[in-house]
């Protein structure tokens, strides 16, 4: 087993990214069409309310009632409104005519479905019992005007979109995207569609990483590989550091010869080297190269995989200018033993079923290798074990779904 007391805790790694995590003050403004995944710069406000008057929450009939405890049974029907038309005040006894949207006349106190009511000759006859207000939406009731109805750091979905469309915002001022730049290092690296040389291995951490930070909104320069020489390295690190705000790596953080990536980061700037308590991706490093932050990240393929969306995934949120929650856990039931423990929290690759109880239960691949893609793609989320931790069949694990992790 690996020595413990050489390796920072996996929360502690976390809290120290997000510490150094300052946020872009630059905004841009943004169509509603443009806005989507982007991060809020600024609270956004309704100007008006919602609903902009009291309105009909059914089709139906509008009523104005002296006595709910003792209302009429029949009501002459006097006018007809519908969504976009205004009525008339509403005399005691009377009915309206009254559709969903439409404004509430002046005098009605409550709304009856028009499925309640036998429609004769000469008005309505009420067949079930109405209450006061009934059905009757108020001016204000979802939105108040002058509310924050979206707050600053908040990533944009579409519902959000509409919610700002609702209230008649056109443009909504967001954090200008991140200029992020991979470099990926290492001579045994190949582009995927060239042919393989001997001791070859086609780089997908280029592919993955990249695909991570598109989908957190930030703009992504695919450096490509940087041979394995300090003076290469060196030379990569300084041009991506010149033109991007973030710079990260994939390999060469490990303590190997041909690893020049950290005395690299150390010339052009300042480096933490981390150990982290965590299986898989133990290494990572940390620092600035100029004015820019950089992130080196594990070479093995789920390592590096897995380093980036636990801990350099919260860190780029943050330094968008998003307010950073803990991902979404279940609590769900082991469908393994696991009686040996392990002095790293670990993160196993698993998939989730349902057990002949209906209970959903989380199932380990067979193969947590740092390097096996297959396990990774085959996960939909990561069961995350404990340092020191043991696990019998069917107890409670905490399960970190991937699709809170990737999207």
């Not at 953080?253 to 690299?264: I, N, P, Q, T």
């Not at 989380?362 to 340092?387: R, Y």
Request: proline fraction near 6%; aromatic fraction near 4%; hydrophobic fraction near 45%.
């Amino acid at each position: 087993m690996t020595n413990q007391a050489n390796l920072l805790a996996f929360d502690e790694a976390l809290s120290r990214l997000l510490t150094a995590a300052y946020p872009t003050h630059a905004s841009e403004t943004l169509s509603l069409t443009e806005a989507d995944g982007r991060i809020l710069a600024a609270d956004v406000h309704a100007p008006i309310s919602v609903p902009g008057f009291d309105n009909s929450a059914m089709d139906g009939y509008a009523l104005h009632i002296a006595d709910f405890n003792s209302p009429p049974t029949h009501f002459p029907v006097t006018q007809r409104i519908a969504a976009g038309q205004s009525g008339e005040a509403l005399p005691l006894g009377e009915a309206a005519r009254i559709f969903t949207g439409a404004p509430i006349p002046a005098g009605c106190n409550a709304v009856v479905p028009q499925e309640d009511v036998q429609v004769r000759e000469d008005g309505i006859a009420l067949t079930t019992p109405v209450r006061p207000g009934q059905h009757i939406r108020r001016i204000g009731e979802d939105i108040a005007v002058g509310s924050v109805i979206l707050a600053a750091g908040r990533r944009l979905t579409p519902q959000d979109i509409a919610l700002a469309a609702s209230v008649g915002h056109a443009t909504l001022d967001c954090h200008r995207r991140l200029r992020v730049a991979l470099l990926c290092t290492g001579d045994e690296l190949a582009r995927p569609g060239e042919p393989l040389p001997p001791g070859g291995i086609y780089n997908s951490n280029a592919y993955s990483i990249a695909a991570l930070v598109r989908r957190l909104g930030c703009d992504i320069a695919d450096l490509g590989r940087v041979a394995d020489t300090r003076d290469a390295t060196v030379a990569a690190l300084r041009q991506a550091a010149q033109s991007h705000d973030v710079v990260i790596t994939c390999g060469g953080v490990s303590v190997g010869e041909e690893d020049h990536v950290k005395a690299a980061v150390a010339e052009l700037g300042q480096l933490d080297l981390w150990r982290i308590a965590m299986k898989p991706g133990k290494p990572l490093a940390f620092g600035k190269i100029m004015d820019a932050d950089f992130i080196g990240l594990p070479g093995n393929p789920v390592s590096a995989f897995l380093t980036f969306c636990l801990l350099a995934r919260p860190f780029l949120l943050k330094r968008q200018g998003a307010t950073v929650a803990h991902p979404e856990r279940l609590a769900v039931s082991a469908g393994f033993e696991r009686l040996r423990a392990d002095n790293r929290r670990e993160f196993l690759r698993a998939q989730l079923t349902v057990d002949t109880q209906g209970a959903l239960t989380a199932i380990p691949h067979v193969n947590q290798g740092s390097a096996v893609m297959s396990g990774l793609s085959w996960a939909d989320g990561l069961i995350d074990v404990a340092a020191g931790e043991t696990i019998q069949l069917g107890q409670l694990v905490q399960y970190l779904p991937l699709s809170a992790l990737i999207n």
